[in-house]
């Protein structure tokens, strides 16, 4: 057999196989589908990922600010009374400027403490926000000091520190 009769041979058994390979209409169209959603969600993956990126860089600056203002702009405290604001204020003179080793965001773990549910002197009292997620603030401290926070997104979807306010 010549070299020209076995390379025609092999390319006849080359395009039959790709033949039998090809796909259906709807199999192409679910091939298709997967990929679209695989990087639909990627790309939301990537946005939360931003924004929360911008918050934490947020969170940062506010920390080396040399008041309080920059911080509580981060929280949601539309409905929370001047007590707990008071009482926010206090906490925060304790630990602005602190030197920030690491923010990460994880999901919540369903302790109560993310829900910010409890009563007080006769009130209830309730989330600023829904709480959809936790943020772990690490400090540079020789104690490896650290400080949760239930974030969550307000009416204009940005990402904001939930405080509590009366139900």
């Known amino acids: 057999m010549s070299v020209s009769a ?7 058994t080359w395009c039959a196989t790709q033949r039998t390979r090809q796909r259906t209409p709807l ?4 091939g298709l589908l997967i990929i679209c959603l695989s990087l639909g969600l990627s790309a ?7 924004e929360q990126q911008a918050f934490a860089d947020s969170f940062r600056a506010a ?13 949601e405290l ?4 001047e007590q707990t604001i008071s009482l926010l204020k206090s906490a925060l003179i304790n630990e602005l400027g602190l030197p920030i ?3 990460e965001f994880e999901p919540l773990s369903g302790r109560p403490e993310e829900t ?15 709480p959809q997620m936790r943020m772990r ?8 000091f650290e400080s949760l926070y239930s974030i969550g997104k307000n009416t204009t979807g940005r990402w904001r520190i939930v405080s509590s306010r009366p139900l």
């Open 137 to 144: 603030v690490s400090y540079a401290t020789e104690d490896g």
């Open 6 to 12: 076995a390379s025609t041979r092999n390319f006849a």
């Open 63 to 75: 920390n080396q600010a040399s008041g309080l203002g920059p911080m509580l702009a981060l929280y």
């Open 27 to 30: 199999a192409t169209a679910l």
């Open 78 to 81: 539309s409905g929370s009374t």
């Open 116 to 130: 910010i549910h409890y009563t007080h002197n006769g009130i209830e009292y309730g989330p600023t926000l829904e």
């Open 101 to 103: 080793a690491r923010i």
């Open 44 to 50: 939301c993956q990537n946005q939360e990922t931003r």
